[in-house]
Every structure is written in structure tokens, then in C-alpha cells.
């Protein structure tokens, strides 16, 4: 367990973060980002280094200074946070977790067969969110108490259009319900969209929430889980209309979305008109040759390889990220981090190689 590692020191700096993702000039310094921190590896980086020290658990508040002190240790910008109280239930499976810092409580799935809503009659019992009730309140903290140095990307539990589809309708069935019932699939998407729309106008008004994140899985290895055109009408209209609204308050839209995206990133790029993307494996393609083609376009996010990180050794994983550094830095528009996310089955020495390496690299 090293702890000899993340010397090199790093400021948050928020308006350099800024400027990296929109592409104003090569950036004085690394920047890095994450869609998550798997809790595991937060609580190992916590216990490991002392990062919680003088923190009380009790504190209504807690969680908040917790997020705090992770981010500026591993050298984050941000932190994220979204509009809490909006989550809808879904049919979850759970199996044992195998991982090295595996959880107690299993790793948990949604049900990919059939979700809660597979008729209008289950469509009119849902227990939808009570968009009254969403709360800014973990919002409202970070208003008044981040530090001046670090912005709030808003994001969590948002803009899931493709996701919220497939897991409340099941996958399967909604394969069989865009041609047996589209005018289902249109209201439970009318549904998504204006939970989405309200969690986003609560997010606008906060000054700190200087950038805002959507997150939706919206392919496989080959291609998009659903047709070019039905991702168009029930997913990308939902992501064009975030895009459109966080770009009239003066923000970004940066989009995570797993899978093969080759067939939209046009429409992406001009019709939703994203800021940048994230998730990128190299069975899919490589963040390297992305930044010579789409990547002139927009920012690139991560892109060092989950499977990789998890099977590399450190100087592997070192020469990984120079190299990735060396393609992708000059002229702004890359932010370093993994393809995905920090799992609990990377070893987290590899990520902190990662960064490590990135706090080192000289930018030209």
C-alpha cells in the first residue's frame, strides 16, 4: 500500500478547468476528471491517508466536507452533485462482489429482461418522483462553503434518457414495445424528460455549478443499443434539449455514454452539440486516435483503459498516460482519467499511478 506517492502539488483552479475542456489553449497544467469514485476506493483513499481527520460523521454536513477533502487530495477541480429526492425504483438483482475491495452487501444489477413498466396500467400505478420534493439542499451547501478555488460540475442521477428506458421498461421489452407500443415509449420518455428538466432548473440558478454533466449508456461494443433513429427521437431529443438549456445559462454539457457510438457522434456533435465526451475502451476506440479526428471538435475525457489499469503494471500504466498526454494535451481538450470510472476491482495503486504520472507531465 504506497502512500509515497501525489508529491508533486497541485491547486485546484477551477477557471483553468475550465478553459481546458472548452478548448482555449494548452493548459498550463494536467487536468483530471471522474464520473465516479467507486465509495470503496474513496473510504481505502480516506483510511490510507488520513483524509477524514477532524471530520465528525454526525455532522448534517458530512458528506459534503467528505467529497471536499477526496477531491483535493486526488487533485480534482470539482466536485459533482446533483438535485437529490428524484430517483425512481427499478427491479435490481444482487450477486456476490469478488472485487478486491469488494462490498459487503453484494454488487447490484437492474433486471435487463423486464422492468416495473411494461403496460399502461403498470405505466398509471409507477410511483414517479413527487418533482416537489427535490431537494437542493447538498447544492445549497456547497454555494456558500467550497472553496473559491474549486467549482461543482452538476451531474448524479441525471439525464439517463437511454438507461431510465431500458431499466424501467426492461431492455427486452422495450425492444418489443417500439414497434408494438411506441406511444408507451413516448410517455414514460415524457416522464424522464420532465424529471430531467426540473432537476436541471433547480441546478441552473447555483453560481458555483459552473459546468453540467449528463450521464446515459447508450451502446455495446459494436453499435448503439437501440436503431440510429429511435436513439434519436427517445434519447437524443432528451440530450439536445439539456444541451440547449445548459448552453443558454452560459455552461457546458459534457456526456458520459458507454458503447459504440460511431453512427451518432455526428449527431452529437452537431444537432445535440455536446461539449465533450466521456467513456472511451480501447476495444471501441482508443482516445489517442480519437483526438485526431472528433476530438478537434470537442473535449475528450479519460480514455486510460479500465481493463488496462486493472491488468498493467506501473510502469506500463506510467507510459500509458505520458503517451496518452503527449497526444491529447497540446492545444487544450483533454482532461486525464480512467475510460470509465475508478471501480473497486482497479487496484488502486494503478490509479494512483494515473494521476501520479499526470501531476509529472510537463505541458509544452
Request: hydrophobic letters at 40%; glycine letters at 8%; aromatic letters at 10%.
Amino acid at each position: 500500500m504506497r502512500t509515497d506517492i501525489l508529491k508533486t502539488p497541485v491547486k485546484p483552479d477551477w477557471e483553468a478547468f475550465l478553459a481546458c475542456i472548452l478548448r482555449k489553449g494548452t493548459p498550463r497544467r494536467v487536468h483530471v476528471i471522474e464520473l465516479f469514485l467507486d465509495w470503496e476506493v474513496q473510504e481505502e483513499l480516506a483510511r490510507r491517508f488520513h483524509l477524514l481527520d477532524g471530520l465528525r460523521a454526525d455532522d448534517p454536513c458530512f458528506m459534503q466536507q467528505r467529497a471536499v477533502r477526496i477531491q483535493r487530495f486526488l487533485g480534482y477541480d470539482y466536485v459533482r452533485q446533483g438535485v437529490e429526492n428524484l430517483n425512481v425504483p427499478l427491479r435490481r438483482h444482487t450477486a456476490s462482489d469478488t472485487a478486491g475491495l469488494g462490498r459487503a452487501q453484494g454488487r447490484s444489477f437492474v433486471d435487463e429482461s423486464r422492468g416495473p413498466i411494461a403496460s399502461w396500467e403498470e405505466f398509471e400505478r409507477f410511483p414517479w418522483p413527487d418533482l416537489g420534493a427535490a431537494s437542493t439542499r447538498a447544492l445549497e451547501w456547497y454555494e456558500k462553503n467550497l472553496p473559491d478555488d474549486m467549482c461543482v460540475i452538476g451531474s448524479g442521477g441525471f439525464a439517463h434518457y437511454a438507461e431510465w428506458l431500458s431499466w424501467l421498461m426492461g431492455y427486452e421489452t422495450l425492444c418489443f414495445a417500439l414497434y408494438d407500443d411506441r406511444d408507451l415509449v413516448r410517455a414514460i420518455f415524457d416522464r424522464i424528460d420532465a424529471i430531467f428538466t426540473r432537476a436541471l432548473e433547480m441546478m441552473l440558478p447555483f453560481r458555483r455549478v459552473k459546468i453540467v454533466w449528463g450521464s446515459d449508456d447508450m451502446g455495446f461494443k459494436t453499435g448503439p443499443l437501440l436503431s440510429p433513429d429511435d436513439t434519436r427521437e427517445f434519447v437524443l431529443a432528451g440530450h439536445r434539449k439539456m444541451a440547449a438549456m445548459s448552453h443558454a445559462a452560459g455552461r457546458p454539457y459534457l456526456l458520459h455514454s458507454c458503447g459504440n457510438l460511431s453512427t451518432l457522434i455526428d449527431d452529437l456533435i452537431d444537432d445535440v452539440k455536446i461539449d465533450a465526451k466521456h467513456s472511451f475502451e480501447d476495444t471501441i476506440e482508443d482516445v489517442r486516435q480519437v483526438k485526431r479526428t472528433y476530438g478537434r471538435r470537442i473535449a475528450l475525457l479519460g480514455g486510460i483503459d479500465v481493463d488496462f489499469l486493472c491488468r498493467a503494471d506501473e510502469a506500463a500504466i506510467r507510459a500509458r498516460v505520458r503517451d496518452t498526454l503527449e497526444t491529447c494535451q497540446p492545444g487544450g481538450g483533454y482532461c486525464l482519467g480512467t475510460g470509465n470510472s475508478v471501480a473497486n476491482y482497479i487496484p488502486v495503486d494503478h490509479y494512483l499511478a494515473m494521476l501520479d504520472e499526470g501531476r509529472r507531465f510537463i505541458c509544452h
